[in-house]
C-alpha cells in the first residue's frame, strides 16, 4: 500500500510538472522537434523495462501472443506522438500551463464517451453523463470565452481540446492490446514509433533536429526523462500494483499541483474562474473514478460456488 502511495504522488508530481516543463522548453525548441526528443527520449528510458516485461509475459504465458497486436504499435503511436502530442505541445506553446494542465485533465471524460461507442461493455450510465457535464462546464469556466485571460489564445486552448479528445481515442484502443502487449512495452513501442513519425516530419518540413539541445539540455532531459518517461513509469507501476482506476487517480491530484506549480515557476495568475474551473472538474472525476466505480461494482452478480 505504501508503495502504491508513492508512485501516485510520485506520478501526479512529474505529470503536473509538464506543461511548464515544455513551456520553458518550447521557448527554445520548435514544437515538432520538441515532440520528436522528448518520446525518443522517453521511449529509450522505458524500454529496458519493456524488454524485462515481454521476458516475464513470455514465460507466465499460456499461448503465444497473436502478431496481430504489434500492429497497435505504429497505430498507438500514430494517435500519441505526431497527432496528440503535436498538438498538446502546440497548446502549451500558444496558452497558459496551468490553463492547458487542468484542461487535459479531462482526458478520462472524453474517454468515457468514446469507449460507450467503441467498446461493447463499457456505456454510459447516469453518473458518467453527470461528470460529462460537470467536466465541460468546468472547461468552460476555464476557457472563460466571455473575457479570455492573459496568455490564453483560442487557437491554443483548442489545440489543448483536441489534444484530449484524441488521448481519448488513444486510451479506448490502447485499452483492447495493453493486456496482450504489457503496459511498458505497449508505452516504449508507441513512444518510439511515434517519434520515428515525427522524425519523417521534421526531415520533411526541414525543421532543426538538434538545433539548441545543448543550450537548453537541463529541460529537454527533464521533459523527456522526468516528466515523460519516469512520469509514466511511476503511473503504470501504480496501475500494476492496484487497477487501472486507481492510478486514475493522477489525473485527481494533477489539476490542483499544476496551477500551483505554474505560479511558483511561471509566475501565471490563478484568477476566480480557475479556482471554479478546477473544483468542478475534481467534482467530475470524482464521480467518475469514485462514485461509478462504487456503483459499478455493487451492481456486479454475485458469484456462486
Known sequence: MKK????????????????VALKLAGASFDTLQLTFLRFLIGGLILLPIAASERKSMKKTAKAP?????????????????PVCMSMFQFGVSHSNASTVAVIFCCNPIFTMVFAH???????????????LALGFIGIIMMIRPWDIQAGNTVIGIAATIGAALIWGIYSVIGGKSVGHLGPFTQTAGSFLCGSAMVFVEVLILNKPILTGVLENLPVLLYASI????????????AIKLSDASTGSIVFFFKP?????????????????????????????????IFVNRKNTSEELPLQMD
Open 4 to 19: 502504491l502511495i508513492i508512485f501516485i504522488i510520485l506520478s501526479a508530481f512529474l505529470f503536473s510538472t509538464m506543461e
Open 65 to 81: 501472443m497473436p502478431k496481430k497486436y504489434w500492429a497497435f504499435l505504429p497505430l498507438l503511436g500514430f494517435i500519441n506522438v
Open 117 to 131: 461507442f467503441m467498446t461493447k461493455d463499457d456505456k454510459l450510465n447516469k453518473v458518467k453523463v453527470a461528470s
Open 226 to 237: 522526468a516528466a515523460t518517461g519516469l512520469g509514466y513509469l511511476f503511473y503504470f507501476y
Open 256 to 288: 490542483v499541483i499544476a496551477p500551483i506549480v505554474a505560479v511558483i515557476v511561471l509566475h501565471e495568475a490563478i484568477t476566480y474562474n480557475m479556482f471554479v474551473g478546477i473544483a468542478l472538474i475534481l467534482a467530475a472525476s470524482y464521480l467518475l
